[in-house]
């Protein structure tokens, strides 16, 4: 597997929206948690969601209802689908790969066995 790489950050105002992207080649294996994490200026990098082999997702608090993770297995690609962006969702954006295990912890970085560089995303009021 490939390091994962993450692209679709950009610049939005806020109430907007923008879908990242997360692609990595290499054998896919039958349980698998795909991740998005974010991190803010001067702050921890935390989860906002995941997805696992077998389609079930769960969602940081902060973005329920707004944020939709998804995933083209053909492709292997991950996405986050962002709607109604706030100021507070400005940061960093990174994609995780844990291979072999479904997501469990999936807040946890030490989960995770590959990390893409990051995608920046910035809202403006």
Do not use: H
Not at 38 to 43: C, F, G, I, L, P
Not at 89 to 114: F, H, I, K, P, Q
């Amino acid at each position: 597997l490939t390091q994962p790489e993450e692209s679709g950050g950009g610049s939005v105002q806020a109430g907007g929206s923008l879908r990242l992207s997360c692609t990595n080649s290499g054998v896919r294996y039958s349980r698998y948690c795909l991740a998005w994490f974010r991190q803010a200026t001067e702050k921890q990098r935390v989860g906002v969601a995941a997805i696992d082999n077998a389609g079930s997702t769960d969602y940081a608090e902060f973005v329920q209802g707004r944020f939709t993770i998804s995933e083209d297995i053909a492709g292997n690609t991950l996405y986050l689908t962002m709607n109604n962006l706030q100021t507070d969702d400005t940061a960093m954006y990174y994609c995780a790969v844990d291979l072999g295990e479904r997501c469990g912890n999936w807040r946890a970085e030490s989960a995770y066995n590959y990390w893409g560089q990051g995608t920046q995303v910035t809202v403006s009021s």
